[in-house]
């Protein structure tokens, strides 16, 4: 059986999806931009401040749904332009220690809203 997640301490969904859906102890989150849920919008203008808002972004979805960074197993880094993945990787690594997920990550073309990244997380409760 699914459980859909859903807080107002991240971005409301842009279209018809649910910010996470968990599954037999696996929560699948949607890819997060960094808007800011309080006014509804992009409001950092540079990669680090958009990365850190997705990351606040993902931990307000991984509470609602109780479970931490800790449980992370995965993530899917999207990039508007690869040569911020430097700075994206400083960010990332403030948020996980050790015990590091998988990754991946890519450069597209574009994100929604005029983004610079987007996140897709995966996390298990063991």
Same mark, same amino acid.
């Given at each position: 059986?699914?459980?859909?997640?859903?807080?107002?301490?991240a971005p409301a969904a842009i279209g018809p999806y649910s910010q996470a859906v968990e599954v037999?102890?696996?929560l699948y989150i949607s890819g997060q931009?960094?808007?800011?849920?309080?006014?509804?919008k992009i409001e950092e203008t540079d990669i680090v401040g958009q /990365?850190?808002?997705? #990351?606040?972004n993902i931990s307000a979805i991984l509470e609602a749904a109780g479970y931490n960074l800790k449980d992370v197993v995965s993530n899917r880094v999207y990039l508007s332009d690869i040569n911020s993945f430097a700075k994206m990787n400083e960010v990332?690594?403030?948020?996980?220690?050790?015990?590091?997920? /998988?990754?991946?990550? #890519?450069?597209v073309k574009e994100l929604p809203?005029?983004?610079?990244?987007?996140?897709e997380t995966v996390a298990v409760k063991d």
């Open positions: 059986m699914k459980r859909i997640i859903s807080t107002p301490n037999k102890g696996t931009l960094p808007i800011n849920p309080a006014g509804g /990365t850190h808002q997705v #990351f606040k990332y690594k403030q948020y996980f220690t050790s015990d590091f997920p /998988t990754r991946a990550a #890519f450069a809203l005029g983004s610079l990244i987007e996140i």
